[in-house]
C-alpha cells in the first residue's frame, strides 16, 4: 500500500497466555471456526451450479487419457455409445457431489478454516480525558475478553501494507454475505471470503473491531501444549505500545508482567485500571516502572 496509510491504533484483550505473547513476541491467530459466534465468518449461499459447467467438467474427465483407454478397444458406434453414458453418469455425480459441497459450505466452516486466519482487535471510539483514552463500551470488552476483568489489554501499532496481510475494519449488518453458485463456482474467485471475515452481525457493534487476516502460509504452525497445532505471527516489540492491566488483575502477575516488560519493552506505556469515583466506567492510573 501507499506510504499515505496511517499505522492503526488497536487494542488486543487477553483472558490468559498474555506472558507468552509478549515473552515470545508472537500472536496467536484464530481460526474462523474458532470463534465465539456462530455466525462468524459464515457467508449466505443461493442458485445451483449450471448444467453447462457440470457438464464441462464431465466432459473433461471423459476426454481424459484415462477414459480414452476405456473404450480403445470398443467398435465405433459402442465406443460413442460408451462415451455418452459415462458422459451422463460422470454430470450426475459432479452435480451430486457439488451440491454436497454447497451443503457443506453453507453449515460449516471448513473453507474459511484452509483460506484464513485471524487476530481480533478492538479499535473503539476514544475519548480523552486527563491524556488517558478510554472507551463506554469497554467495560463489556474486559468482561468478555480479558478473564473478567483479571486479564489484560495491550496496545498494538499495525504497520499496513505488510505483505500478505490486511488489516481492516469489520462491518456491522444484519445480513450475511451472499454468494451466487450460478456465477461462481469457485469461492477463491472474488473477495467473498474477505467479505465473510469482516461482516458480523450489528449485537456485535461495540466491540469496533478491527481484524488482522493472513493466510496461513504467512503464520507460523507450531503444537500447544494439549497437543493441538496453531498458527502464530511473529511481531517486533515497538508493534506494542501500551499495557493495560485489569481492575482485579492479582498482584503477582502484574509483577510479572512488569518484570518482562522492564526487560524486552520498556519503551511501553503502562497502565491500572481503576473504577471511576461515580460513573460506570474505568480510569486508568500510569505505573511508574
Known amino acids: 500500500m501507499a506510504s499515505k496509510n496511517k499505522n492503526i491504533r488497536a487494542f488486543r484483550y487477553f483472558g490468559s497466555h498474555w506472558i507468552e505473547t509478549l515473552r515470545d513476541k508472537r500472536f496467536k491467530l484464530a481460526k474462523p471456526s474458532e470463534l465465539n459466534d456462530p455466525f462468524d465468518c459464515v457467508g449466505a449461499y443461493t442458485g445451483n451450479i449450471p448444467r453447462s459447467v457440470a457438464k464441462a467438467n464431465a466432459r473433461r474427465l471423459v476426454d481424459s487419457e484415462y477414459s480414452k483407454e476405456c473404450y480403445r478397444d470398443l467398435p465405433r458406434k459402442e465406443k460413442r455409445a460408451e462415451k455418452d453414458r459415462k458422459l451422463k453418469e460422470i454430470q450426475k455425480v459432479y452435480k451430486k457431489k457439488f451440491q454436497d459441497l454447497v451443503s457443506k459450505a453453507s453449515e460449516e466452516k471448513t473453507g474459511m478454516d484452509e483460506a484464513i486466519r485471524l487476530l481480533c482487535m478492538s479499535c473503539p471510539v476514544q475519548h480523552v480525558r486527563d491524556d488517558v483514552s478510554f472507551n463506554m463500551a469497554e467495560v463489556l470488552m474486559w468482561s468478555h475478553y480479558a478473564d473478567n476483568h483479571h486479564g489484560v489489554r495491550v496496545g498494538i501499532t499495525m504497520p499496513l501494507g505488510v ?5 481492516l475494519p469489520v462491518e456491522y449488518t444484519g445480513n450475511r454475505p451472499l454468494h451466487d453458485w450460478s456465477v461462481s463456482q469457485d469461492l477463491a474467485e472474488s473477495d467473498f471470503i474477505l467479505k465473510v471475515a469482516l461482516t458480523k452481525s450489528p449485537a456485535w457493534i461495540y466491540e469496533n473491531e478491527i481484524r488482522l487476516i493472513a493466510s496461513p502460509k504467512c503464520c507460523k504452525s507450531d503444537l500447544l ?7 502464530f505471527l511473529t511481531f517486533e516489540t515497538n508493534v506494542i505500545s501500551r499495557v493495560d492491566f485489569g481492575l ?20 511501553v506505556e503502562v497502565y491500572k485500571a481503576k473504577y471511576h469515583p461515580t460513573e460506570y466506567r474505568l480510569d486508568y492510573q500510569p505505573i511508574k516502572r
Open 163 to 167: 505483505k500478505n496481510i490486511r488489516v
Open 225 to 231: 501444549e494439549d497437543g493441538s497445532r496453531a498458527s
Open 248 to 267: 482485579l488483575m492479582e498482584p503477582d502477575e502484574e509483577d510479572e508482567c512488569i518484570e518482562l516488560l522492564n526487560k524486552d519493552y520498556p519503551h
